[in-house]
């Protein structure tokens, strides 16, 4: 039986946009997941990203991973994770099946969380920008309480649409890779 279970098959401990504080039992549920997919691509190299992946940040506690590959190897990784239960991303606007956001659930300790699983070509700049965004809210905790108090915001001013809530988020993480001098 796969531990990895499709979207709404059950409710998710954590549900909706939140943003809920963070949750550390994320960590194992990250490294489990991880640990899965190693059962079927032992080869492939499983990050940790998003808000999940930083200790104290608030947010929707939707385990992001990521798996950086080859082009050309993007369709057998997707074979291999829907052999472990992940699905293809419902919902409007998915990503492309040349970067595919994978989804499902997995009981851990308790709890029903949410596992997001994209699959990033090699030459696709999202990674080290995803990687430094991640690692400076883990060293500056004045941006993850900026960055939680953004999140608060959108939720107060009424958005309750997860990829809306995404794309205004977004706009907070592009001006501080601006700053970073990561984004143009």
């Known amino acids: 039986m796969t531990a990895i279970l499709p979207w709404d098959t059950e409710p998710r401990t ?8 963070h949750d550390p039992r994320t960590f194992d549920v990250a490294a489990r997941v991880a640990t899965l997919v190693h059962a079927v691509g032992p080869d492939l190299s499983v990050e940790h990203i998003g808000s999940t992946s930083v200790l104290g ?14 082009p050309e190897d993007i369709p057998a990784i997707v074979e291999a994770l829907f052999s472990i239960g992940f699905n293809p991303q419902s919902g409007r606007d998915p990503f492309p099946p ?9 009981r ?19 990674p080290a920008r995803d990687r430094a965004f991640r690692d400076r ?8 309480e900026a960055y939680a108090a953004e999140k608060r915001r959108i939720v107060e001013d009424g958005v309750t649409d997860s990829l809306d809530y995404s794309c205004i988020k977004g706009e907070f993480v592009v001006a501080t890779l601006r700053e970073m001098g990561l984004q143009d």
Request: negative net charge; glycine residues 12%; proline residues 7%.
């Open 57 to 70: 940040l608030a947010g929707k506690n939707i385990v992001d991973l990521m798996i950086v590959a080859q």
């Open 14 to 21: 954590h549900k909706g946009i939140g943003p809920h504080e």
């Open 108 to 126: 851990h300790d308790g709890a029903v969380f949410g596992i997001h699983c994209h699959v990033v070509p090699l030459d696709d700049p999202g």
């Open 137 to 144: 809210l883990c060293e500056n905790a004045a941006l993850r």
């Open 98 to 106: 040349t970067r595919p956001m994978l989804e499902g659930i997995i």
